[in-house]
């Protein structure tokens, strides 16, 4: 039988057949086509599902920092070519795959069996991504939950959460190991030195350490952070009560499947860019934001920087990882698409939209670290951090400064928590796709027990993430796990329909979803 054939027939097999056993689970609409495995009662759904796991941590957290350490404005050169050439046609050849075969990752190799283990390889990166990418939605419930509370506990060095001899809010002078005429040698102060004006010759200072507030809450408060990934120690529970209630709530949104993450999208999908927007606001009224935002993308933009090979790699890294692509979610989220669906339409709306949001996202972050960097005095490149260093200590304590610091603290981890939501819910769901294709006439009438079981055994693999040496754990599968993987998927899936399913076969697929289109369009997609 011919994939056109094959389709069609799973498309256009009546109600009353042996595939429409999961009608009985409470899946299925009155409208859906596809009923074996159900369809998005709405192009609504879809799409904020899609943008949902598209617009993620990455866009707050990585995105901004990236663009101004590779030139600032200039590095949107390069980021809009590699979105043009490299992400939006590897969006739309997902997509495509997923919608015209209405399969998940691993059932849509049958067009080309030979590469079922490049479906495999998605379900393993997703599902070890999925296992500590929840443990960053923990730590964001315990920080929303911390600050009920003023003043925030990070805003000062509070000794009932921990705070040593080493904190300060401001950084300690060093100390100096003087010699007073050769005999008298003793260790003084910064203090000491100015007041009887002496100098400390070089090699002689000692360095005093020093931790921020915020910094050694995170350390301390939150994560009790061991000393090295060797030392396990012990689970802290607080952790591990907010990872099951991260997993509880992603369990509960996927119970029906489709039919009810369509629905709590149309919330955790929108509300970010509301509390963007407040942000941006409340950022652009406070003194400083303008330095920020100029070191951001403003007038100190460097285009010498293009001329750098290093400059175009991280935008197309960040384009590849930000779409999601390669991940084997496109293909879930697209396999319930019903067959006609205009999936090329919904390639240009989520690309736009979540490079757009990446952009934004800049603005709200540097425009309140501009702000820090004027009241501490420093230059922006010294308060301007990456990834946990940002999200977790170099945002709050910002946020900590400003009037109303709980409810900007409140809002700012909601958003972290419903942007990690939108991911996991398209992931997870992806796993449970794959299941249920394998094993459809045994697990569609049990859609709710197939989630419980799969939404507990993350919980439990996860609790290794929420030990004392958690983060060393999760640093290290996001380095060597969230790399070359993608990657090679994608490549490798570019291959198999390019090479060996056949690209003029393939595209012959997609005119039958969307209509014929002239070669001039088959010469960018």
């Known amino acids: 039988m011919d994939r056109v054939d094959l389709v069609l027939t799973q498309c256009e097999r009546p109600p009353g057949s042996a595939g429409n056993a999961a009608a009985t689970d409470g899946d299925l609409g009155e409208s859906d086509e596809n009923v074996e495995r159900g369809n998005w009662s709405s192009t609504t759904d879809y799409l904020l599902s899609v943008i949902g796991c598209a617009v993620g941590l990455g866009n707050v957290w990585r995105f901004p920092y990236l663009a101004y350490s590779n030139g600032g404005g200039a590095f949107l050169i390069p980021y809009g070519v590699m979105l043009a050439l490299a992400g939006m046609p590897m969006f739309f050849l997902d997509s495509s795959f997923g919608q015209f075969a209405s399969l998940g990752p691993v059932a849509v190799w049958k067009a080309v069996p030979i590469l079922q283990g490049v479906g495999i390889t998605m379900v393993l990166f997703g599902a070890i ?4 990418y929840c443990c960053i939605i923990a730590y964001s419930l315990f920080y929303m939950f911390a600050s009920f509370q003023s003043p925030l506990p990070w805003s000062d060095c509070f000794s009932w959460w921990g705070a040593d001899e080493n904190c300060s809010r401001t950084p300690r002078d060093p100390l100096c190991n003087f010699t007073l005429d050769g005999e008298y040698s003793g260790i003084v102060n910064t203090t000491w030195l100015q007041a009887h004006n002496k100098t400390c010759s070089n090699g002689s200072e000692i360095l005093v350490p020093h931790q921020g507030p915020s910094e050694q809450y995170w350390d301390k408060g939150v994560l009790h952070r061991s000393t090295s990934i060797d030392e396990m120690g012990e689970i802290v529970w607080v952790l591990a009560v907010c990872l099951f209630l991260a997993w509880f709530i992603i369990g509960a949104a996927l119970f029906r499947g489709i039919k009810s993450s369509g629905k709590v999208v149309y919330f955790t999908a929108t509300f970010p860019y509301v509390v963007l ?7 652009l009224t406070l003194e400083g934001a303008r330095k920020g935002i100029e070191f951001y993308i403003g007038n100190q933009s460097d285009f ?4 750098d090979a290093e400059v175009w790699k991280d935008a197309a890294t960040q384009i590849f990882y930000s779409l999601a692509v390669g991940s084997g979610s496109l293909i879930t989220l697209s396999s319930y698409n019903k067959f006609h669906n205009n999936c090329y339409r ?6 736009v939209v979540n490079c757009a949001t990446s952009v934004f996202a800049g603005f709200v972050i540097f425009s309140v670290l501009g702000h820090m960097a004027h009241v501490q005095d420093k230059p922006v490149s010294e308060v301007a951090q990456s990834g946990f260093g940002l999200v977790f200590i170099a945002y709050p304590e910002a946020l900590a400064q400003l009037p109303w610091a709980p409810l900007w603290s409140v809002l700012f981890f909601f958003m ?3 942007l990690g ?3 996991q819910f398209a992931t997870v769901e992806t796993n449970i796709t794959i299941l249920l294709d394998l094993f459809p006439s045994f697990l569609r009438t049990k859609r709710l027990s197939l989630t419980i079981a799969i939404c507990l055994s993350f919980y439990v693999l996860g609790l ?3 030990t004392q040496a958690g983060i060393y754990w999760i640093n290290l599968l996001d380095h060597f796990c969230a790399g070359w993987i993608l990657i090679t998927t994608a490549l490798l899936e570019l291959i198999g329909l390019s090479w060996i399913y056949g690209v003029n076969r393939f595209i012959r697929d997609i005119e039958m979803m969307i209509g014929e289109k002239d070669w001039i369009f088959w010469l960018w997609w």
Request: with cysteine; charged share 15%.
């Open 129 to 132: 991504g999925e296992i500590y």
């Open 277 to 283: 927007t407040v942000l941006l606001i409340r950022g």
């Open 304 to 307: 010498s920087k293009l001329a």
């Open 346 to 351: 919904d390639t240009i709306i989520v690309c």
């Open 416 to 418: 972290l928590i419903t």
């Open 421 to 423: 939501l939108d991911t």
């Open 464 to 466: 290794v993430y929420v």
